[in-house]
């Protein structure tokens, strides 16, 4: 967990702040540090200030309090063409009047190196996003995911230890997104370039970072590893926000041995895992994943609650079955289930009985 | 990562080109056909002719007033710059007759020059010819307008003593249906008596009788001449006209010159009444045309006038153009005109250089004002473009005559400087009615020329390039040098070519804070159009700034390209 005060941080947030306005604060007290060598991600959805911590860091913007430090040093006063921070932006940014190679060759010429350098640099950060080929074409001739490589490839040729994305896949189709999540994954770690990457496409997220800021409001509302921050949402935005989920709300009738009686509003008791209610009488939401919903009584673990429900729709996805249920006087419950040769295919209209572990199911904030 | 394959990665990555390739390939192939067996093409281009038929339609209103009130007068003025068919249609005979007179000896013509000369002034001064063709040959030189319009006064009575001796040998030459009777053709002769004036009709188109210009062509030719005068200006019946005294002088000289025997095989009406004059012809009292045109005016004498004559007797002429570029028509070719007449040179390369200098101040003063106005917020970017346009809402007089109140030695700007003690108020600035005034209007007014099309292209460059170029490492100063300005000169372009071609043909503001060094080549043009009515030189002046233009245009076109041109 961060703490801002981390010896071993390269790039660390110390109580930052940021207001455009002075009347409203857009980034509200982060702290947030990171190892060298992390792939840390940024994810929340618009307007909950991940684009502005990290225009923070480019120096773009400027904090209205606090510190941001890059290496143990501070950076609040030192001008963006200082930091030494690649960046790749959404729409590219790529200059259109400059070839790939001048592009390229733009960040090496300002750092006044010699020709022959600059050339086995540019094939080389070329050669990384495997665009050799295109070196005199102008930007506008290639596609964008083409004009992406290059981008990538322009933020990495001057070897920046630091670089930023801005939701760069944004403009892309899926299938093109996810084989570019891919590579720059694989490329973030073979270099060892510490990355901080802002998007608001939680699969992206998840399947590309060592860690998951998830931004709202402001502030960051859990900052786990992937696995972590999907099984372990720490409060009921996260858990929204992250991936599919079912809540439930009611009031915590008693706590104990790590686990909640909660009674729903519909008047039903379940048993879920406390995470941040303490108490008896609390109001909580309680969120379970749809896959984590058993309904095959063989398969149901002696003494799970269970709770009737209604079969509402089924709808077959090919790898999965997602079935859409009435539970507690709710009725977009969902669930979801392998397709597998033994599987039921629940009809509609059919009643049922759900449950699942106590431990899948956590007791959030209100 | 290597083996993964998508379209960014293939080896021949999709192009746009590869669409017109493919569309190339595809046609190698042979016509690809229709569903119906016909030619694709040709298919299409029925589909498609409704649609273009009614496009042209669309634009046919705006197309046909270009064409009438654009094009149409352009190629007119193009046309007068080599005109000159004003000095061979008024004095036809004349030069007929100076094609075999060799300008470059030093004598003047002979007396059948002169003959001519007497019978074309005589018509020309009827249809009040000579004086316009007087102005056109004072043109190339001076004294010219004079002599002609003199001569148009005197030519009359030059040509009686032959009337009134034709007329005292007989009374039959007095009256002009005795005339017609023999040389007008029987038919015409019925006809003109058949014809009633009050009717409306229009007077019958006078025709020659069947071989009379055998035996009397020069009388046939000047009578013919007379005889259409009289019906379309005069609108007097020919039948009774009496005929002018250069008739006389011409049938003088065909019984005088003719043929005996033709006149003696002559059987027409009035055969024995010309017979008679013929013989009697022979002793008439005569007179030396040279000798007459002399005393009129000396300067038929003189060999300059002849050869100004001779030297614009074609159609078509250079002698504008050469005007144009401080040269003149010589017996021997074009040659520079002397040092202290050249002005056409100087005032081409002042505009030339003025207008550049006014472009260069433009794009110094308009670039920081675009780029503010594409970088601020959308509500301040509005009230800032309404104070750049607010210039188009007044009155080019007015800003120019403002500006003339702002200029002059006791004007604004020099009060202001001797008040902050800049001046001394003996020697205060000349700041107008002359180039520095010229270039200080001029750039004012052209400036939202400048700014417009800057402004609606450094619109369209993202504020992120600026931010890319940082982040990579630049300063700010590289950044807007190496990628701003570079997106941004398309719209310089633009601005730059606008505000030259305006500045290059400016007229009005040169007219009124210019003086007399700070006038450019328009107002030369206009001088000639409007007060010294020379428009052939004026048309030649406008078609070399219209080619100066197009050239420069096409020398843009090759070193900037003008693709690279946009308005947004």
């Known amino acids: 967990m961060a703490d801002g005060t981390n010896n071993d941080a390269f790039v660390e947030f110390d109580r930052v702040q940021k207001s455009y306005d002075g009347e409203n604060l857009v980034v509200k007290d982060l702290n947030l540090s990171m190892p060298k060598g992390e792939f840390l991600t940024m994810l929340g959805p618009s307007g909950s200030g991940k684009t502005t911590c990290l225009m923070m860091l480019a120096g773009f913007e400027t904090a209205t309090h606090g510190d941001i430090r890059l290496g143990g040093k501070s950076i609040n006063n030192i001008p963006p063409h200082k930091r030494g921070i690649g960046m790749v932006f959404q729409n590219y940014a790529l200059f259109p009047h400059m070839t790939v190679a001048e592009n390229l060759s733009f ?11 600059r050339e086995e640099k540019i094939n080389r950060a070329l050669g990384m996003v495997q665009m050799n080929d ?10 964008g995911g083409q004009q992406q490589r290059i981008a990538l490839a322009r933020a990495l040729v001057f070897e920046p230890e630091l670089v930023l994305m801005d939701e760069p896949l944004g403009a892309l189709d899926k299938q093109l997104r996810e084989t570019l999540q891919f590579e720059i994954t694989n490329l973030a770690h073979d270099l060892g370039i510490t990355v901080v990457y802002v998007t608001h496409d939680q699969t992206e997220a998840l399947t590309m970072s060592d860690r998951v800021a998830v931004f709202e409001d402001g502030r960051i509302q859990q900052l786990a590893p992937p696995d972590e921050l999907y099984e372990a949402p720490q409060n009921s935005f996260v858990a929204q926000f992250i991936g599919e989920n079912n809540t439930l709300e009611g009031v915590v009738q008693e706590i104990k041995n790590d686990t909640a009686l909660v009674k729903l509003d519909s008047g039903e008791v379940i048993a879920a895992k406390p995470v941040n209610v303490t108490k008896a009488g609390e109001r909580t939401r309680v969120s379970i994943r749809p ?22 729709e089924f709808i077959y996805m090919g790898d999965i079955f997602r079935t859409r249920l009435k539970v507690a006087g709710k009725d977009d419950f969902i669930i979801k289930t392998r397709n597998a040769p033994d599987q039921v295919r629940l009809k509609p209209g059919t009643q049922i009985e759900i449950g699942w572990l106590p431990e899948d199911c956590r007791a959030l904030d209100a | 990562m290597s083996d993964i394959k998508d379209a960014t990665t293939a ?29 694709l093409k040709q298919s299409l281009n029925r589909a498609l002719r409704l649609q273009k038929l009614r496009a042209l339609a669309l634009v046919a209103p705006l197309l046909i007033f270009v064409l009438v009130t654009f094009i149409a007068p352009i190629a007119d003025m193009l046309f007068r710059s080599v005109e000159n068919e004003i000095v061979s249609e008024t004095l036809p005979k004349t030069t007929a007759a100076l094609e075999d007179w060799d300008a470059e000896g030093d004598t003047i013509p002979d007396e059948a020059v002169f003959e001519a000369l007497y019978d074309d002034m005589f018509f020309a001064q009827e249809a009040k010819l000579h004086s316009r063709l007087g102005s056109r040959l004072n043109y ?23 009337q009134d001796q034709f007329e005292d040998l007989d009374d039959f030459w007095k009256t002009g249906e005795n005339w017609t009777s023999f040389m007008a053709s029987d038919e015409w002769l019925a006809d003109i008596q058949a014809w009633d004036a009050d009717s409306g009709d229009r007077q019958p188109r006078f025709e020659l009788r069947d071989g009379i210009d055998d035996i009397l062509p020069a009388t046939a030719e000047s009578y013919t001449r007379f005889a259409n005068y009289v019906r379309t200006e005069d609108e007097d019946n020919v039948y009774t006209e009496d005929p002018w005294a250069v008739i006389y002088s011409s049938f003088y000289d065909d019984l005088t010159r003719a043929d005996a025997a033709a006149i003696a095989a002559y059987s027409g009406p009035a055969a024995e009444q010309i017979k008679s004059a013929a013989t009697a012809a022979t002793g008439f009292e005569t007179i030396d045309y040279s000798e007459a045109f002399l005393d009129i005016d000396e300067d038929w004498h003189s060999i300059d006038v002849w050869r100004t004559i001779k030297i614009y007797s074609p159609k078509f002429t250079n002698g504008y153009f050469l005007n144009a570029i401080d040269m003149q028509k010589s017996i021997d070719g074009p040659e520079l005109r002397p040092e202290n007449e050249r002005i056409y040179g100087i005032l081409f390369w002042r505009t030339m250089v003025m207008s550049i200098t006014i472009t260069l101040s433009c794009i110094l003063l308009g670039y920081p ?60 600035l000349v700041l107008i009615n002359n180039q520095t005034g010229t270039i200080i209007a001029m750039t004012h007014i052209l400036l939202p020329f400048m700014i417009l099309p800057m402004y609606s292209v450094m619109q369209t460059i993202q504020p992120t390039y600026l931010r890319a170029a940082k982040s990579l490492g630049a300063t700010n100063w590289t950044a ?89």
């Open chain 1, 107 to 117: 960040p090496l010429e300002v750092r006044k190196m010699g020709k022959s350098t």
């Open chain 1, 134 to 143: 295109f070196a005199g074409r102008r930007p506008a001739q290639l596609s």
């Open chain 1, 291 to 312: 896959e984590r919903v058993e309904y095959n009584k063989e398969r149901m673990q002696e003494g799970a609650y269970t709770l009737k429900a209604e079969v509402l």
């Open chain 2, 11 to 39: 080896d021949t990555a999709p192009t746009p080109d590869d669409a017109l390739r493919m569309a190339d390939a595809a046609e190698k192939k042979g016509p690809v056909l229709a569903a119906d067996g016909r030619p």
């Open chain 2, 140 to 162: 190339e030189q001076t004294g010219v307008s004079s002599l002609f319009r003199k001569t148009g006064r005197s030519v009359e009575d030059m040509g009686e003593v032959f």
């Open chain 2, 369 to 428: 004002v675009a780029w503010i106005l594409a970088n601020l917020p959308a509500r301040n970017a509005n009230l800032l473009l309404i104070l750049v346009l607010l210039p188009f809402w007044t009155s080019l007089l007015v800003r120019t005559s403002a500006w003339k109140v702002m200029l002059q030695q006791q004007g604004v700007i020099n009060d202001t400087l001797v008040w902050l003690g800049l001046v001394a108020t003996d020697d205060r």
């Open chain 2, 480 to 568: 807007f040098w190496r990628v701003y300005f570079p997106q941004s000169i398309p719209g310089i372009g633009a601005g730059s070519i606008l505000v030259f071609i305006l500045a290059i043909g400016y007229y009005i503001t040169p007219e009124i804070v210019g003086g007399t060094s700070g006038t450019f080549i328009s107002n030369r043009i206009a001088y000639h159009i409007s007060s010294s009515l020379n428009w052939g030189l004026g048309a030649a002046l406008g078609a070399i700034l219209l080619a100066a233009v197009l050239l420069l245009y096409y020398a843009y076109d090759k070193i900037v390209g003008i693709d690279n041109v946009k308005l947004g």
